[in-house]
């Protein structure tokens, strides 16, 4: 089975965010929504806005705005996914929708639907919505969560944080640099990356959850 991670219209929701990066590049949690995907997927082909194209092919060193091959998994990049839905591969095309409001989350292609989807074509909601118009709708609400806003990733960040440490076996690592006046709560749950530096004054509490900073991060007084 192949996958694709995509950009939706809905782009335009996210700016200046998504201005120089593409909807699923957006952080969330340790890592981007790509990441998380990948988690379920590894390596997956990605479309995105043709302006962005070059960019993101050599940020991510996936393939970038291919053609989909017959019998593949378009997967929503504005969704923070849990699980890959279930999948027949020899099933007919099918839409995979979240919430009462039928929202597109991720797309079955067989080898008719692929010929008429292109990265353009999900760009632009009008050609998305008659390219799937006749097609069967899945909920499949428990595999992912659909952002529309920027805000929606902000509110989701403390939950997939602490998912993220778990899933990546996280244990509390103090590499950076931590000058004198420097407080930290729960060590066990910190991580400070490698060339990180927490100057005099930074205080981090980790007491109701994780906390992951950066290599190279810096952290000034009084944060």
Same mark, same amino acid.
């Given at each position: ?21 593409? @909807? ?42 291919? &053609?989909? /091959?017959?019998?593949?998994?378009? @997967? ?6 849990? =699980? ?15 919430? +009462? ?11 008719? @639907?692929?010929? =008429? ?23 499949? &609400? ?23 440490? +778990? ?32 100057? /005099? ?23």
């Amino acid at each position: 089975m192949h996958t694709i991670v995509y950009e939706d219209w809905r782009w335009q929701h996210f700016l200046p965010l998504t201005y120089t990066r593409a @909807l699923f590049q957006l952080r969330c949690g340790m890592g981007d929504l790509l990441a998380r995907a990948r988690r379920l997927h590894p390596a997956p082909g990605v479309w995105c806005r043709l302006a962005l194209a070059e960019l993101v092919a050599e940020q991510t060193l996936l393939a970038t705005n291919h &053609s989909a /091959p017959a019998n593949t998994l378009l @997967l929503n990049g504005r969704a923070i996914w849990h =699980a890959l839905p279930p999948i027949q591969t020899d099933a007919a095309a099918w839409v995979g929708t979240i919430g +009462s409001e039928g929202l597109i989350a991720c797309i079955w292609a067989d080898a008719k @639907l692929v010929d =008429a989807l292109r990265p353009e074509t999900l760009l632009d909601e009008a050609r998305t919505r008659a390219a799937l118009a006749d097609l069967p709708r899945r909920d499949i &609400s428990p595999c992912a969560q659909l952002c529309a806003w920027p805000w929606d990733l902000v509110l989701a960040n403390a939950e997939c944080l602490r998912d993220d440490w +778990s899933h990546l076996g996280h244990r509390g690592e103090l590499l950076g640099q931590l000058d004198q006046g420097t407080y930290i709560l729960e060590p066990t749950a910190v991580h400070i990356g490698r060339g990180a530096r927490l100057k /005099p004054g930074a205080v981090i509490d980790a007491e109701n959850g994780p906390v992951y900073i950066g290599e190279r991060a810096q952290l000034m007084p009084h944060t």
